[in-house]
């Protein structure tokens, strides 16, 4: 009766009608002579959104979290030194899932704001010459912050310092969205999920692997079970799981990664970055706010976090949008709890869908004491997307 609830949080995501079409679907059986014809373009097509020729992807009924899990678990061993930075709640609970699968971290604390360390990190590789640290760890764009970090730098790093270590990256809220290159880059595991820039439901996660990564899986003796490689390399090639797949989330995924390869991945980064620029512009016009990142060269382009003014609380921001404005903003996580909010702007967006949430935001921040111009974001979001169209 009153139209729809607006989502604008960076992840889930919107789901495209077509993906969701897909997916409503009776349910089939996963063991069908037939099913294999099916997964096996699947998988080889998600290599091209993960640019590789010569990895893996995998598919699990997991999150993102459960990709962290497998990448550690089937590379690493108990005690090997790993290299990582913490600048948001994501980087941060990747550093707590390594200490507490019992992994040496030799962390790097990072201002949060910015990202991951490239030249502390270079420094620390070049430093190691007995090539003790087994794998370094970055986070491609932290959700929490709106932070996009340099992957192609911190390969650079590994490469200048001669350092076999692995390369893992955290690309939950960037694959599918903004550049990633994972064999131009070297990344040896590349963790992502459903419900991000693949535009469908929660409930998949998806983990690029390289062929150095995954010969590591001898080696490595940490327990595993469900997220056993071996299991996965088993079955897969026929288009088979060891597990019951995400049959409905696997159709939504086949046409979500063929909206992807259509448009052309370098199609889909550029307008990213286009649509991010309008959410940054119409944060600058509002006076008291100002982005999390740090500068322009840490902004996303996937998700804005967002100082609100002093002496508005942030967290009233967002229930003012949600419940009066039928918007939902994105909460600010731990040390931004009820400093941030945050606009995603990933997936299946246009211009006028961001400049309703932008508009719900700019309503909802004066409704909680700012002292901001009305329209004014909405009006340089406007002015960039008409300059910049086509």
């Known amino acids: 009766m009153y139209g729809n609830n607006h989502l604008f949080i960076p992840g889930p995501t919107n789901v495209p009608e077509p993906v969701r079409q897909a997916m409503n679907i009776p349910m089939e059986d996963m063991r069908a002579p037939d099913f294999g014809a099916f997964t096996k373009p699947l998988l080889a097509d998600l290599k091209k959104v993960y640019r590789t020729e010569t990895g893996t992807v995998f598919l699990y009924p997991s999150s993102g979290t459960g990709m962290w899990e497998t990448a550690i678990t089937n590379t690493l061993n108990v005690g090997d030194r790993v290299l990582m930075s913490r600048f948001g709640q994501f980087s941060l609970l990747w550093v707590d899932m390594a200490t507490r699968l019992g992994l040496d971290v030799d962390l790097c604390e990072v201002e949060w704001g910015k990202g991951v360390p490239v030249e502390e990190y270079a420094e620390k590789l070049a430093a190691d010459k007995e090539h003790q640290i087994k794998a370094v760890f970055a986070t491609q764009n932290e959700t929490a912050t709106g932070v996009k970090s340099d992957i192609a730098a911190v390969r650079k790093a590994l490469d200048d310092a001669n350092h076999p270590a692995l390369l893992f990256v955290d690309g939950v809220s960037s694959i599918g969205s903004v550049e990633f290159e994972m064999d131009k880059w070297g990344v040896d595991c590349a963790v992502s999920g459903s419900q991000k820039g693949f535009m469908l439901p929660a409930g998949l996660g998806i983990l690029g692997v390289s062929e150095k990564a995954l010969a590591m899986r001898e080696n490595a003796k940490m327990p595993r079970c469900y997220f056993d490689l071996q299991d996965m390399l088993n079955l897969n090639g026929d288009g088979y799981f060891p597990y019951t797949p995400a049959t409905q989330l696997f159709r939504g995924l086949r046409v979500s990664v063929d909206m992807l390869l259509e448009a052309g991945m370098e199609n889909v980064w550029a307008r990213q970055s286009w649509l991010a620029a309008g959410v940054h512009k119409a944060v600058a016009a509002w006076d008291g706010c100002e982005l999390v990142a740090r500068g322009p060269e840490w902004a996303s382009d996937t998700v804005s976090a967002i100082y609100a003014p002093e002496g508005v609380d942030a967290r009233d921001v967002i229930s003012g949008a949600y419940n009066k404005y039928q918007t939902s903003l994105g909460t600010g996580l731990n040390k931004l ?19 309703g949430a932008i508009s719900a935001a700019e309503m909802a921040l004066r409704d909680a004491g700012a002292k901001i111009e009305p329209g004014s974001g909405v009006a340089a979001a406007q002015e960039h997307y008409r300059e910049h169209a086509g």
């Open 337 to 355: 709890m009820g400093k941030a909010f945050r606009i995603g702007h990933l997936g299946s967006l246009n211009p006028v869908m961001l400049c």
